[in-house]
């Protein structure tokens, strides 16, 4: 009798302790484990968050950023026009001076044609209607040719003026650039030019002919002055023309060498008008 005593004592001392009471196991016992309930664990306060940026990390990554950012330039940075600086503006190259001095020849150069004129309607008094003596081509052409030694020098005088002109008011300012306008100045000369001297050239080429053939002083001296006019309207407008137009051709070619500094890089940078 004292086994189940003490087998009763210890099992009203467990359970005064709150452990669970054993069970023996029999032969027609059957003991049924039932699975836990799965259990949710709660958020601890104390517990870092790992999901939330570190302030000290989202600063090193924001100046990563920035050195990125300096060390490759941005595409604006490398389209960004560089203006071309302008050529120095000396006042004294204008060409008013060439200009001036071409004008005072082809100035004294007409004034010796219209004297010699003057002279054939004047003192000569030479009719229209008068037969011509073909005995004067000859002194016709000697004193004709004076004027030539003058038209001719004032002439280059005036295209080498108006070159230094036309570079000089692109410089300066004075003029706005149009390359448009330049080359239908330079077309527009280069046809005056080429139609004053071809017409002076081939009238003076068949002008023995053409004398020969004419009996009175009107036909004579009426082809002879005439073209001699026209011819140096014509060459004195295209040599202008075409010196001018050059000169704006050499301000709208220049180019300009200039540095390029910047973070991480360096170096020169080529503008102009092309």
């Not at 709150?18 to 699975?35: F, H, I, K, L, Q």
């Not at 104390?46 to 950023?65: G, R, S």
């Not at 002279?119 to 009719?127: D, R």
């Not at 014509?234 to 000169?247: M, P, W």
Request: charged share 20%; with cysteine; proline share 9%.
């Amino acid at each position: 009798m004292l086994g189940p005593s003490i087998s009763a004592t210890v099992a009203l001392a467990m359970a005064l302790a709150g452990a669970p009471t054993p069970v023996a196991a029999g032969p027609e016992a059957r003991t049924t484990a039932e699975p836990d309930a799965p259990t949710t664990a709660e958020p601890d306060d104390d517990a870092p968050d790992d999901a939330a940026p570190d302030d000290d990390d989202a600063l090193d990554d924001d100046d990563a950023l920035d050195d990125d950012a300096l060390d490759e330039p941005s595409a604006s940075a490398d389209a960004e026009v560089i203006p071309v600086p302008r050529i120095p503006a000396d006042p004294a190259r204008s060409g008013r001076g060439l200009l001036a001095a071409g004008g005072v020849l082809l100035g004294l150069g007409a004034i010796g044609r219209l004297a010699i004129e003057g002279f054939w309607a004047g003192p000569a008094a030479l009719e229209p209607g008068e037969p011509f003596g073909q005995w004067s081509i000859p002194t016709i052409a000697f004193f004709t040719s004076f004027s030539n030694v003058l038209v001719v020098p004032g002439l280059v005088l005036t295209g080498f003026g108006a070159r230094r002109h036309g570079t000089w008011r692109l410089a300066s300012g004075a003029k706005a650039r149009d390359p448009a306008r330049t080359r239908r100045t330079h077309r527009i000369g280069w046809g005056l030019l080429g139609g004053g001297l071809g017409l002076w050239a081939l009238t003076r080429a068949v002008a023995l002919p053409v004398l020969h053939r004419c009996e009175t002083n009107g036909c004579a001296y009426g082809y002879l002055e005439p073209t001699f006019w026209l011819s140096l309207g014509a060459t004195t407008s295209g040599a202008a023309l075409v010196g001018l137009a050059a000169g704006e051709r050499r301000a709208l070619r220049h180019v300009a060498v200039t540095p390029t500094l910047g973070p991480g890089r360096a170096g020169l940078s080529l503008g102009g008008w092309f």
